[in-house]
């Protein structure tokens, strides 16, 4: 009971993922165990947790488990729980662990790579999360699910820049009185008392709702008074005539006059609620009376959940939630219309308007407007703020509230007061809040207070033909005098050609538009003496700046079976070694498999003629095997996707007319065998020919017949490792950082390691060593570790929350345990930062370390 409170209000039947999941996915992992008994009851009770959504002992025993079988079947399950309570970072270390071992064609865990996409978007990373979601929709033949994940994706693309605007509010976390550790729920405010009602829990640890001895346990409806000072007071529980002993109280609603409390009454199995029933409670001077079921609405045969008072057609009705048979999806919003005498008519589906496939949740009516929360519809994370107006017959179409009220999380519960400037909403959004397991875990409640004056900026950028320009930058930079005035704020996006930036009031501003291949334009405008809020519209056309045809790119068609050589994986005399200039073109050959998810090729792997036969055809196989490591490795591509083979000196380069071109040395044609290289006129030209045949190239074998590719992206200069860039030596070919240009470096951290190699020599069965590495921040912005990963057999000590300024020196601390290890290995760990390069991925840093097994 983590995450939100209408994750857990929902029984087998409603869950709709969830229960997909348990009568499908479930099977696969009910794999026979080759332990004791004792493993087959921590299964049975792991299952057992996890089928009464009690994620947090399931997990807790799927990991003890684990660490006893160490059972590949429990990564994705323990991944999966991570997932439900919404701890983001460590779902996507248990994914990421799963999918490494996972062969790509692999539909078994088909479920996870909807699960794991969620959880990837939820933490910003959208590119990949539409790759993961797009590997699920390939082997997917549940239409529900095919929906949920094609929203997932637009979602992810429509929005991807949006988070990191502010939009027109700005949420105010509030106190830490109100604010525990746990979750908070449904917040509503009684602007007569000033009073603000929510539901949570008072523990400090994860619990299990039912434990009738303790009433920490159970969900309790609270109240807080904010005082003249805008301080809020202890909160209180409502008494005995609202939180009934022995029963979860939540979910609490107001009437427009505050006079009449909604709630929910709950029986909890588990986790699991078994009832959910909606609740009256009228108001007199000695305060709110004994609750009474809501007649028409209840039922023994659905949950009835999150009240919430509203008007539709003149007449006084009744919003909630509910898992009623004849709806759209997950839960739904329904309406009932007052009879009078505290009975309501037979419920109404608010119709496809505002229901899907998904869950559609925590409705609030305002003024004509309903807000409401759902996962059904494209978002910026997992649950967004949706809002649908009513013109007396019908509801509008619904609209995301966009960023500020929404986040790459979970955001619900919205509610507005006064001239609907006001309000309140809660979010799991990572902050300042406090948290029983992790950053994203809990619902915190959030205030916020819309300026009731205010100007914003719409962009539309287009080229001089009116064709819309994606890949484009706008500045918008305040002026005072003509001049520019502090830092002004900088916007680029790569799917879309809309651009929308806060305006401050009495302001000057000059707005300038880039793109690549165009003349930049200026315009300015001002927001003095606005007496009413305004939204500017400003378009760009662009006018091209004429380009040499010379320049434009050349593609090339690669059939299937057609071998192409990556001309930079070059490789010093005698090693197989990858030189760090070839890891470009292998950047490369990774993104074009990423293209192509379902291509298949073959890397072969030649050497020169110097050396014996044997010896040089097991160097060949060796590089190509190298090459394919770092393809799976630092590539992210699966292994089942590269063969490879080595031929030794077995087949000599054929010049391509291109080649014979760029190197003004050989003829089209010319097969650099042993003879044709000894006949030529000078070393220095036989060097080049040896370093030809040194080579490592790429063969479709599978996958799409023909597959496209930029020339100059394969095709380098014979001379050295030219990648259009200002290579910085000094960074480690094991950051992500190697190779950058120095444009691309500058506003980054660069770590700087002690060592990035450490060997341990013999290391005896079931012994543990420790040892650290040290790093200093090299770059001129601080640097913070957001996550270090790593195998089950490395545990590292490190304080993440540590700030690192330039300059500072900061210590790993690793542990190694050896007791799962049968021969020797080489450990990569992978430390990823909170800085992200100019494409939106984290800087990541790789050390090592190796050992043999001495038994």
């Not at 519809?377 to 179409?397: C, H, I, R």
């Not at 992206?713 to 030596?729: C, K, L, Q, S, V």
């Not at 090299?778 to 957001?786: D, T």
Request: charged share 25%.
């Amino acid at each position: 009971m983590i995450r939100t409170l209408t994750d857990t209000l929902r029984d087998t039947k409603s869950l709709l993922l969830t229960a997909l999941f348990l009568a499908v996915a479930l099977p696969s992992f009910a794999q026979p165990l080759a332990g004791s008994s004792n493993e087959e009851q921590l299964l049975a009770a792991a299952d057992s947790a996890r089928v009464t959504y009690n994620w947090t002992v399931a997990l807790d025993t799927y990991r003890e488990l684990h660490d006893k079988n160490d059972e590949d079947y429990l990564l994705p399950l323990m991944a999966q729980m991570n997932y439900e309570l919404r701890d983001v970072a460590a779902g996507i270390r248990g994914y990421t662990q799963t999918f490494r071992r996972i062969e790509a064609s692999d539909t078994t865990n088909n479920i996870h790579r909807f699960y794991f996409g969620r959880l990837l978007k939820m933490d910003q990373q959208y590119d990949e999360a539409v790759t993961y979601l797009t590997n699920f929709l390939q082997h997917n033949d549940d239409p529900v699910l095919g929906q949920l994940a094609r929203m997932e994706i637009e979602g992810a693309r429509m929005y991807r820049d949006a988070v990191a605007e502010t939009g027109e509010v700005a949420l105010e976390l509030l106190d830490r009185k109100i604010n525990t550790v746990w979750s908070e729920y449904s917040p509503v405010y009684s602007a007569n008392e000033n009073t603000l009602y929510y539901a949570t829990v008072k523990a400090t640890t994860p619990v299990e709702l039912t434990d009738a001895n303790d009433e920490n346990t159970f969900l309790r409806i609270y109240r807080s008074v904010r005082d003249e000072e805008g301080e809020w007071e202890n909160p209180e529980p409502l008494g005995r005539e609202v939180n009934r002993p022995g029963v979860h109280s939540a979910n609490p609603s107001l009437s427009a006059d505050g006079r009449r409390l909604y709630y929910n009454r709950l029986a909890m199995n588990s986790n699991k609620v078994a009832e959910a029933k909606i609740y009256l409670s009228d108001v007199d001077d000695t305060g709110w009376k004994s609750g009474n079921p809501v007649s028409g609405i209840n039922s023994d045969d659905y949950l009835a959940l999150q009240p919430a008072t509203g008007e539709l057609f003149g007449e006084e009705v009744l919003f909630f939630v509910s898992d009623m048979d004849g709806g759209y999806g997950g839960f739904d919003i329904y309406y009932a219309t007052y009879e009078g005498e505290g009975r309501y008519a037979t419920p109404v589906n608010l119709g496809e308007k505002i229901n899907t496939v998904g869950d559609d949740m925590t409705p609030f009516y305002f003024d004509g407007t309903l807000y409401f929360s759902t996962d059904g519809l494209p978002t910026m994370g997992g649950t967004d703020l949706f809002y649908s107006a009513w013109n007396g017959s019908e509801w509008s179409t619904p609209e995301n509230m966009g960023p500020g009220f929404n986040s790459s999380v979970d955001d619900q519960s919205l509610s507005v007061y006064g001239n609907g400037l006001i309000g309140f909403m809660t979010s799991n959004r990572p902050g300042e809040g406090r948290s029983v397991k992790s950053k994203t875990c809990c619902d915190d409640i959030y205030g916020f207070e819309i300026a009731s004056l205010y100007a914003n900026l719409v962009v539309g950028l287009f080229s001089e033909a009116r064709q819309p320009l994606n890949n484009g930058t706008i500045e918008l930079q305040p002026i005072r005098n003509g001049q520019p005035e502090g830092p002004g704020s900088q916007k680029s996006r790569d799917n879309g050609n809309r651009f929308d930036f806060a305006l401050v009031l009495e302001t000057e501003y000059s707005v300038i538009a880039k793109h690549p291949g165009y003349y930049p334009d200026t315009v300015e405008l001002n927001t003095l003496g606005l007496e009413e809020s305004k939204s500017f519209e400003q378009v760009f056309f662009l006018k091209p700046i004429p380009v040499d045809p010379a320049t434009i790119p050349v593609y090339d068609t690669i059939e299937i079976e057609e071998s192409i050589a990556l001309e930079n994986i070059l490789y010093d005399l005698d090693k197989s070694n990858i030189r760090p200039d070839a890891e470009g073109d292998l950047r490369v050959l990774a993104a074009l498999m990423q293209q192509y998810p379902e291509l298949v090729i073959e890397l072969s792997s030649h050497t020169d003629f110097r050396g014996q036969d044997e010896y040089n055809l097991n160097l060949s196989k060796r590089r190509a095997d190298a090459a394919r490591r770092w393809l799976i490795a630092k590539g992210d591509v699966a292994a089942n996707r590269v063969k490879f083979e080595g031929y030794g000196e077995t087949v000599p380069l054929v010049v391509s007319e291109r080649l014979a071109g760029r190197t003004g040395i050989f003829q089209p044609g010319d097969t650099l065998s042993e003879a044709y290289i000894n006949a030529l006129p000078n070393n220095e030209q036989r060097e080049i020919a040896h370093q030809l045949n040194r080579r490592t190239e790429f063969k479709v074998l599978e996958g799409p017949t023909t597959i496209i590719i930029r020339r100059d992206i394969i095709e380098r200069a014979i001379e050295g490792p030219d990648r259009n860039t200002e290579p910085r030596d000094s960074i480690s070919p094991k950051s992500t950082l190697h190779g950058k240009s120095k444009a691309e470096i500058d506003g980054l951290p660069i770590l700087q390691f002690d060592r990035r190699e450490i060997d341990l020599g013999k290391v005896k069965q079931g012994e543990k060593r420790t040892f650290t590495y040290t790093f200093v921040n090299e770059g001129k912005v601080p640097a913070q570790i957001m996550l270090i990963q790593a195998c089950e057999c490395t545990t590292i000590e490190h304080d993440n929350s540590n700030v690192y300024a330039p300059g500072d020196r900061g210590t790993l601390q690793v542990t190694f345990d050896s007791a799962s290890k049968e021969e020797a290995e080489t450990i990569g760990i992978d430390i990823f930062l909170e800085q992200s390069d100019r494409n939106g991925r984290p800087v990541i840093e790789l050390v090592e370390y190796s050992f043999d097994i001495e038994e």
